[in-house]
């Protein structure tokens, strides 16, 4: 027995008084009315009757304890999650004062945890013996939103999700804005990494605008215009050649400066043929004709990593956003015209360093795809995964999108009121309890899971980048090459003068 209530009781929430001293986060039982009702211990107090705040001399307090000794009393809130026997419905009728409170029992607790076709996450973190298992279906067609301050331990629950995802021949693409992913090893599949390429002859006249940096400038985007779309026409009749879209604009450019009358009109064309040639420059590597549909890279049962370690954040965002619309229009051509070259099978998208990529004050064009995809994707099989370590920075709109959260250490207020905003299911008590959470331990809540649970999550076996760099470590190592290149140069002076 833990305690028993007191006070007013409610449907949702139950008082308590206790000798011993429970933990938040624990879970108990009430039985009343033959029910068996589960609850979630949010939040505690200790205070003694005779040590009041009414005592302003510690000598005094002093007194009191030697006469009362440790005879505290202990007050706490449980948050009731439903009835135990009938699938976790909120019972219609609430507990009577006096009832007794129990520590719920592990049997109780597997059961409740034991999901069909689950993935394990780890164990609770009050009781080590229960495992906790998250309904995979739930947590991909309705999305999830991983969210810790940096170093909380995001990177090994992305890596722990992943493998277990593998284990049930899953497909994830991760947006890797840091290669993190990129020379991964999990247990359970292997890590197919993508190149940041992209064949031009598949993307949108606005992806293509966005990184020749025409913006506010109608003139240049006229001219623009009429030369991307002619390219492509002259592509498609066989009248120009398919091997450099940009060269086939630039060509048609020129043409128009050649036709253009007077030096201002020719100018304007020239300014966008210099855009058109610097982005040819600058963007070498990204655009490829050769480089096939990027969708097709896509492989079933293997983590497919684009690796945007090396390209810059407006490179990074027109990819993301250029991947994600040609899959969600692929996915829906399978789905409702069962289309052999459309993507045949559901992919889960973990878009790290999403504060970047679907930003709070900003609005480029990665940011609508992933709001797009986070409204329409559960239909299509497109699962999204959001990754930051800066929840205050996340669009509110694509946050809200997430129906599951995995949240580790937050320390930051705003960071909390943001989350809290987005996530129904996460009260005052629950979310004062984040800056307290330990490296790799969690609060697990939404859809996936049947009840709000606190989670210590399993330590990633597998081997991946990240974590913070051993600056000691990195320092006696160039200090180590430096000393060996002094006496290798010594050698040879001592060699060169015999």
């Not at 498609?236 to 050649?241: F, K, L, V």
């Not at 580790?408 to 008590?429: F, G, I, M, N, Y």
């Not at 006696?476 to 015999?498: R, T, V």
């Amino acid at each position: 027995m833990i305690g028993r209530c007191i006070g007013e009781t409610s449907l949702t929430q139950i008082s308590f008084v206790s000798k011993k001293m429970p933990q938040v986060g624990e879970y108990v039982t009430v039985e009343y009315d033959g029910k068996v009702i589960l609850g979630m211990i949010e939040s505690l107090v200790r205070g003694s009757v005779a040590l009041n705040s009414e005592i302003y001399n510690p000598d005094t307090i002093a007194k009191i304890r030697e006469i009362e000794g440790d005879d505290f009393y202990v007050k706490g809130t449980v948050r009731i999650l439903g009835d135990v026997n009938d699938s976790l419905k909120i019972p219609r009728t609430p507990a009577p004062p006096g009832t007794v409170i129990n520590q719920a029992s592990s049997e109780i607790l597997n059961e409740i945890f034991d999901v069909k076709n689950s993935l394990k996450l780890g164990h609770l973190i009050n009781q080590s013996d229960v495992e906790v298992g998250i309904d995979i279906n739930k947590m991909v067609s309705r999305h999830l939103a991983i969210l810790a301050m940096t170093g909380a331990g995001k990177s090994n629950t992305v890596s722990v999700i992943i493998d277990g995802l593998l284990k049930h021949n899953g497909c994830m693409m991760i947006f890797d804005m840091h290669s993190e992913y990129v020379d991964a090893e999990f247990s359970n599949g292997e890590v197919n990494v993508i190149r940041p390429v992209i064949n031009p002859k598949h993307m949108e006249f606005s992806e293509i605008l966005k990184l020749a940096n025409i913006k506010n400038a109608p003139i240049q985007e006229r001219y623009f215009r009429q030369a991307f779309f002619e390219a492509n026409e002259k592509i498609m009749e066989g009248t120009a050649p398919s091997t450099d879209f940009i060269e086939n604009v630039l060509i048609i450019l020129y043409q128009i400066h050649d036709a253009a009358e007077g030096a201002s009109e020719k100018n304007k064309v020239m300014d966008v043929i210099n855009k058109i040639e610097d982005l040819n420059l600058k963007y070498d590597r990204l655009l490829n004709t050769n480089a096939g549909d990027i969708l097709k890279k896509i492989k079933l049962g293997k983590a497919n990593v684009l690796d945007l370690g090396q390209v810059d954040e407006n490179t990074a965002e027109v990819l993301v956003a250029h991947i994600l619309r040609r899959a969600l229009r692929s996915r829906k051509n399978y789905v409702k015209n069962h289309d052999p070259e459309a993507l045949s099978f559901p992919v889960f998208f973990v878009v790290e360093e999403a504060h970047i990529l679907a930003p709070q004050s900003r609005n480029p064009s990665s940011k609508t795809w992933i709001t797009r995809v986070a409204r329409e994707g559960r239909k299509f099989g497109m699962g999204l995964c959001l990754v930051s370590q800066s929840p205050k920075s996340v669009d509110s709109e694509t946050l809200s999108q997430a129906n599951n959260m995995i949240i580790l250490r937050l320390v930051e207020p705003k960071d909390q009121r943001h989350v809290q905003t987005a996530s129904e299911s996460l009260s005052e008590d629950l979310v004062a309890q984040l800056p307290s959470l330990n490296i790799g331990e969690a609060l697990v809540l939404g859809l996936m899971t049947r009840i709000p649970t606190l989670v210590k999550i399993d330590e990633f076996k597998g081997r991946m980048r990240g974590g913070d760099l051993d600056i000691l470590d990195q320092w006696a190592i160039n200090q180590d090459k430096k000393e060996k290149s002094g006496e290798e140069s010594m050698q040879d002076l001592k060699d060169l003068w015999g």
